[in-house]
Structure formats: C-alpha cells, structure tokens
C-alpha cells in the first residue's frame, strides 16, 4: 500500500521536497501571520504605551487601555510562534541545499522567539502594576508609575536584544536563497544586508540612545525591501520552477553520501 507524500515528507539528501511552491506559499502565509502580529504589537501598540522618561504618561496608558495591552501580549506570544513555524517551514523548503545552514537559520528564531515571549511578561506584569489597587497601597502613585515604566523599559530592551537574533537570522536564509536558486540572487544579497541593518541599529540603541531615535528609520530600509520582498515571493510566486532551480544532482549539500551509496550497477548479477 503507498502512501502519498506531502510537501512536509523526509527526503533523500540533496534532494529537494517534491512541492516547492506549494511549501513556499505555506511558508508565506506563516510570514504574513508574523508581519501582521508582529506589527501590531511591536509597530503599534508598545509606541503607544511606552512613553521614556515619563512614568505618568507611560503608566497613564497602560491603565487606558488594559483590553488593548492584553490583546498584544498575545499578539506578541503569536508572532514567537509563527516566527518559529516560519523557520521549520522554510527549513524543510531549503535544506537540500545546505543542511548546516538551515541549521544555523532556525537557532537564531528560536533565541529570538524565547526572549520575545519573556519580554511579553514584563509587558504585562506592567499592566498589572498600573491597574492593580495593591501596588499603589504598597508604593505610593508615583512610585508605581515609576515600576510600570521600568517594566515597560525591559520589554523595550528585551526586544532590541531580542533584533540580534532577528538579524542573524536572515544571513543563513540569505545564503539559502541565494544556493538554491529557487528564488532571485538579489533577494539572497539584501537578506544578508539585512542583517548588517539590524545589527548596526542595535548597536546604536544601546550605545548612542539619544542618536538612535534620530537615525532608526534609515536602518530599517533595507531589513524592509529584504523581508517585504520574501513575504511576496513566497505568497505570490512560490519559488522558481524546478528547471531554473538546483536541481538534487548539482545541489551543495552539507550532509553529502559518499557515491556508493548513491550509485548502482544496472547489469544483472551473473
């Protein structure tokens, strides 16, 4: 009795899964749920709260908006998890091309994804403390204030720490891409420039912060064509067709057989 395959079934090595473009797609979509939980907590709601070096104001919104603060803690826990489904996927697409690469592209979500979702606890926790009546028993309103804000300033920083591994990342992917040539070199060289963004505007943050805030935007130019254009490849393209993409003979692979393993006589055995 056969059984049919699906685009997540073990393969020989070097040889790629059997359906390319249907397996980038569920790695677009997966990116796309990322994009959208990720925005929304990261590039929405955590500005809005976190106001630095004011504790009133900071405190202030977290006690407007505790429905909205909890909506993006899970928003945040989301995005840890399609970020980390986003790799396997994508791993299971490009590793016939270099097994240790796709390695080294998913250790780095995972770290990422851990600090993310222990971020999302001080975020909140500092909810608690702005709208929880035992805090201000215990500390006074302008110290609580000041505890909310503190909490708040971990999540921030948690999450710049957290742009290391989202920056690593994309290096290994970057290099995938390229080998693979199931979708564009270009891609594979901003991916990898990507990194050198994000990386250069962590080190800013934390060794210039009253610099960082006047230069961010220029940092996330190329990390935005970069992942913006493998969100879109993936969901609309998928990936090159496997004439224009590495075939299993020629493919790089880093967990290479030797050829007997791979070879075999034709004649009949006397």
């Known amino acids: ?24 797609r569920v790695a677009g979509l997966l990116y796309l749920a990322v994009a959208i939980t990720g925005g929304f907590s990261e590039g929405y709601l955590v500005p809005s709260l976190y106001v630095p070096g004011d504790a ?22 989301a995005d840890a998890v399609f970020f980390i489904l986003t790799a396997v996927t994508l791993y299971v697409l490009l590793k016939h091309v270099g097994k240790h690469a796709a390695r080294l592209m998913v250790l780095p979500v995972l770290i990422a994804a851990g600090i993310k979702a222990m971020s999302t606890v001080f975020m909140f926790v500092a909810l608690q403390v702005a709208t929880t009546d035992t805090y201000v028993q215990a500390f006074g309103d302008a110290e609580r204030d000041a505890l909310a804000l503190l909490l708040l300033e971990i999540e921030h920083y948690g999450i710049r720490a957290a742009q290391v591994f989202f920056a690593l990342w994309l290096t290994p992917l970057g290099y995938l891409a390229y080998r693979s040539r199931l979708f564009p070199k270009p891609l594979g060289i901003f991916l990898v420039a990507a990194t050198v963004s994000y990386l250069a505007d962590v ?24 992942e913006i254009w493998m969100l879109f490849y993936l969901l609309t393209v998928g990936t090159r067709t496997p004439r224009t993409a590495l075939r299993p003979g020629t493919a790089q692979n880093d967990d290479r057989q030797p050829p007997t393993q791979h070879t075999a006589s034709l004649r009949p055995l006397n």
């Open 56 to 77: 009133g104001a900071s405190a202030g919104n977290l006690a407007a908006n505790p429905g909205l603060v909890r909506l993006g803690a899970v928003a945040h826990l």
């Open 203 to 226: 080190v800013v943050a934390f060794l210039f912060p009253d610099l960082a805030g006047q230069i961010h935007v220029f940092f996330t130019i190329v990390p935005a064509i970069a």
């Open 1 to 24: 009795m056969s059984v049919r395959s699906s685009v997540f079934s073990e393969q020989p090595a070097g040889v790629p899964p059997t359906d390319l473009k249907r397996l980038a």
